[in-house]
């Protein structure tokens, strides 16, 4: 009965979302108050339609209701309840599902917190999401129903895939839809701009915050996704270059163009086509992002169970959605006039050289990851991309974008005084010189590449504190002045200088764990002892032990330092979860700040008692997972800029939530 | 001209979108392994000797010009299959007459000393490869990997995972007779 209903709401939601497309389009364009104003309460009855879908779907999980053949397929009686909830969204069904909810919220905040957007507008944005709400509904609804029966019901399910029931993957599905869905919103500003024929100060000011709550929610999801990569997989590494990582990479890089640009358009009206055409590729990455993942078109890691029909029909979907929209912008977008003038050395002139590095590192990529496709199209026969191809082109436009990253927060508008910037950074450039320098010592003959990416991350993590610095004239006037400036300067300040130096943390630890990774694969007999780096490793054996839905064979290692002090016991695992038929690693990971021990088991000896051993010194990864969250932080704190909330003077109680934060 | 501009990304994405099409309605199969390196020449690569075991290091010119039919393979001391395997290639080595070469792959070279005294040393070059940077411009997807190289130097073959007894007579015998001629 509670699968039906939801299933039956879902259908009810796609009716609802029809009428939202429909009514407030029309009535903008033949400028009818009663019709554009459909639109906010059709948002509103979408989202609870969908809430109740997904409650529905999400008492089955719960329950472990195996009449319905969805939760057969990912879920069993004995898995603990978290992954029970999250098992939800760990498969291709569920996880739509997710994702109309979170676009269907975001529709209803846009109807909730948009009155202060003119009406034709407003009804626009809404008509646009009502419209990107028929594709996903229809898609879940024809190809991927997650509310189907099946009879006779079995026993018990068939466990979720053993490498998804993990704290970190749980919640990175959900932080990275936020993400995706949340550019949906600029998408659907960028479009009824389009439509209105007008864009203006107040329209980037209205997209802006949305474009940073999705951005800093991607920034999350990505986040998260490495940090389960890294120590999920076993490898090693936190980045493999996989085109399913490319496909939430390329929206993150296209997102924070889109960041910069909007402050352009804002503060100085220009650069409009070009922020329009940001706004439709981003959300448009984010729906090929979704076609790679689910159509089966590229082989990846993450992969979902694909299926060609599925690949059609969002085929058809991006068509519409991303060859409507830029046919529109083709039509609309040359009538669009630019405003303000500026000299190339200005902060116009470092956000344009923000947004061309970006642009091109994600075309890079975009190219490194349909190459192979589009070469066996063309008959070229079957080639793979690597790593080596991202980071011989990637790598090369990041260095720049770091160095202008440090510079532009400095430079004035409209025309700025560069020797003046310069010699007020003077401080920082010495830093980063120093940094580098001394790396290149350090590391005694290891790569220049190294040494010269840590000089430019501290390079821009002191340019970050020196503009805050010079803002509030620190040490200039007397300390109570600074004080008082330091109160009064815009959050978005402190919000660029955050997210700016999280950069420079999180580059730190890319290089040092691309850099000085040290790893040793070898043997070991119970007793023997390896050397990693200063540490010492014994290899104490191993135990079989039993988990609530799998079986454990937990190895231990204790590891001392150069003085024989103990310093950690590790226990790497390795499970087979026995209904799934799955076997997963866990590897142990011991963080010492500026690096982590790692370590993995492998398979037995036949005849003998050692085992496959992998262990590795990662030197400054947990610098990653840090810039990450001060980069999340920077955007959190940018987003309660006053700035963003003026001219709302309607709205009395607080946002609800994270989801539905960005008001206006 | 400047409207051109506009059109452009709408013509990219065309471009694009036909690719997917057919890609979607041809069935290929992505998770097809590339054999790009069938009769392709070996890659360019020197590695040097490992210490402490008593044969000399390999390089591309090792492979090249030789004369004769080569096996290529790269094994590690830590690598449980390679153990299995390795009576095979000794047996290859001392009943068929095969040159055999390895490729010692992200290991240590105490281990990799040990492990060849314990089992015998078939091979008459072996490379190392601490970084695994060779292994990966001959396309490794893991250990053990086995190629058969042709007297000029040209890949003919490659196996993936260890060679089971009975792939011997089947496979790899035929295919190295092939290669000789």
């Not at chain 1, 902060?347 to 970006?358: A, D, F, I």
């Not at chain 1, 920082?428 to 003959?445: D, K």
């Not at chain 1, 300067?489 to 402190?494: E, G, I, K």
């Not at chain 1, 076997?583 to 496959?612: F, K, M, Q, S």
Request: net charge neutral; hydrophobic share 50%.
């Amino acid at each position: 009965m509670i699968p039906e209903l939801g299933h039956f709401a879902l259908i009810l939601a796609l009716l609802v979302a029809t009428v939202q497309t429909l009514v407030p389009l029309v009535g903008a364009h033949r400028g009818n108050p009663a019709w554009m104003a459909a639109g906010g309460p059709a948002a509103l009855a979408q989202m609870l339609l969908v809430a109740v879908s997904f409650g529905a779907l999400t008492y089955a999980y719960v329950v472990s209701d195996f009449t319905v053949a969805n939760v057969v397929a990912n879920s069993h009686s004995l898995k603990p309840m978290l992954y029970k909830v999250t098992g939800v969204w760990g498969n291709h069904e569920g996880s739509m599902l997710l994702w109309i909810l979170i676009l269907a919220v975001f529709g209803a905040a846009v109807a909730l917190f948009g009155n202060n957007l003119p009406p034709s507008l407003k009804a626009r944005v809404l008509g646009i999401q009502g419209l990107i709400g028929i594709g996903f509904i229809s898609f879940t609804l024809f190809t991927s129903n997650p509310f189907e029966r099946i009879f006779p019901p079995p026993l018990d399910g068939q466990d979720l895939n053993p490498l998804l029931q993990d704290p970190g993957l749980a919640f990175h599905p959900p932080m990275l839809y936020l993400g995706y869905v949340g550019f949906s919103v600029a998408f659907a500003f960028a479009i009824a701009a389009l439509l209105e024929g007008k864009v203006d100060a107040a329209w980037a000011r209205w997209v802006r915050p949305w474009t940073l709550a999705a951005w800093t929610f991607l920034t999350g999801g990505i986040a998260l996704g490495s940090w389960w990569a890294y120590y999920e997989l076993g490898w090693g590494g936190w980045w493999f270059w996989d085109p399913v990582e490319n496909a939430s990479f390329m929206p993150w890089l296209l997102g924070t163009a889109l960041l910069h640009s909007a402050i352009v358009v804002e503060k100085r009206d220009t650069l409009k086509s070009w922020t329009i055409l940001l706004a439709i590729l981003t959300f448009s990455l984010s729906l090929l992002g979704t076609f790679i993942v689910r159509s089966g078109l590229l082989t990846s890691v993450h992969a979902f169970a694909s299926d060609p029909d599925r690949g059609l029909y969002i085929l058809a979907m991006l068509v519409v959605a991303i060859g409507g929209s830029l046919t529109l912008f083709a039509v609309r977008a040359p009538s669009l006039k630019g405003g303000g003038l500026f000299q190339p050395i200005s902060r116009e002139g470092g956000l344009v050289m923000n947004n061309l590095l970006l642009a091109t590192a994600t075309a890079t990529i975009l190219i490194g990851t349909l190459y192979p496709l589009i070469l066996d199209a063309l008959g070229g026969g079957l080639v793979t991309v690597g790593p080596p191809f991202f980071n011989l082109t990637f790598v090369p436009l990041m260095l720049p974008l770091v160095f202008v990253m440090g510079l532009g927060p400095l430079l004035a508008w409209k025309r700025a005084d560069l020797p003046g910037v310069l010699s007020r950074l003077k401080v920082a450039a010495g830093v980063g010189l120093l940094a580098g320098l001394a790396t290149l010592y350090v590391q005694n003959g290891g790569p220049v590449l190294a040494a010269l990416a840590m000089g430019l991350a501290a390079w821009l993590f002191l340019a970050a504190l020196t503009d805050l610095a010079e803002k509030v004239k620190l040490f200039r006037t007397p300390l109570a002045d600074t004080w008082s400036r330091a109160r009064g300067l815009p959050r978005s300040q402190y919000g660029t200088a955050l997210a700016h130096a999280g950069l420079a943390i999180a580059i730190a630890g890319m290089v040092g764990s691309s850099a000085w990774k040290v790893e040793k694969i070898s043997v070991m007999v119970p007793g023997e002892t390896k050397q990693l780096s200063d540490y010492v490793f014994t290899f104490e054996g191993v135990e079989r032990l039993p988990g609530p839905n799998y079986m454990s064979q937990t190895a231990t290692f204790t590891v001392r330092d150069g003085d024989g002090r103990l310093i950690a016991t590790m226990t790497p695992e390795k499970r087979v979860y026995p209904v799934a038929g799955m076997p997963t690693t866990e590897a142990a990971i011991h963080t010492r700040w500026l690096a982590d021990l790692y370590a993995v088991i492998g398979d037995a000896e036949e005849n003998g008692p050692g085992w496959t051993v992998r262990l590795y010194y990662e030197p400054l990864v947990p610098f990653l997972w840090l810039g990450s969250l001060v980069m999340m932080l920077g955007g959190l704190v940018s987003l309660s800029d006053r700035r963003l909330r003026v001219g709302a003077p309607r709205r009395k109680a607080a946002p609800l939530g994270p989801a539905v934060q960005p008001a206006e | 001209m400047r409207y051109l501009l506009y059109v452009l990304p709408l013509v990219i994405f065309l471009g694009a979108g036909v690719a997917f099409w057919w890609a979607l309605d041809s069935g290929r199969d992505p998770s097809r392994l590339p054999s790009a390196l069938i009769d392709q020449p070996v890659p360019e690569f020197d590695l040097p000797p490992v210490a402490t075991v008593p044969v000399p290091g390999l390089a591309t010119a090792d492979l090249v010009d030789t004369g004769q039919v080569t096996l290529v393979n790269v094994f590690a001391s830590w690598c449980v299959p390679c153990k299995a395997e390795h009576p095979i290639l000794v047996r290859l080595t001392e009943r068929e007459g095969v040159r055999l070469v390895g490729i010692n792959y992200k290991d240590e070279p105490e281990d990799a000393a040990r492990f060849l005294d314990d089992l015998g040393n078939p091979y008459a070059r072996i490379g190392a490869d601490p970084e695994g940077r060779a292994s990966l411009d001959w396309g490794l997807t893991g250990v053990p990997e086995t190629f058969v190289v042709d007297a000029e130097g040209k890949i003919r073959y490659r196996h993936v995972g260890p060679i089971n007894p009975p792939e011997v007579e089947s496979v790899i015998l035929p295919i190295i007779e092939e290669a000789r001629r």
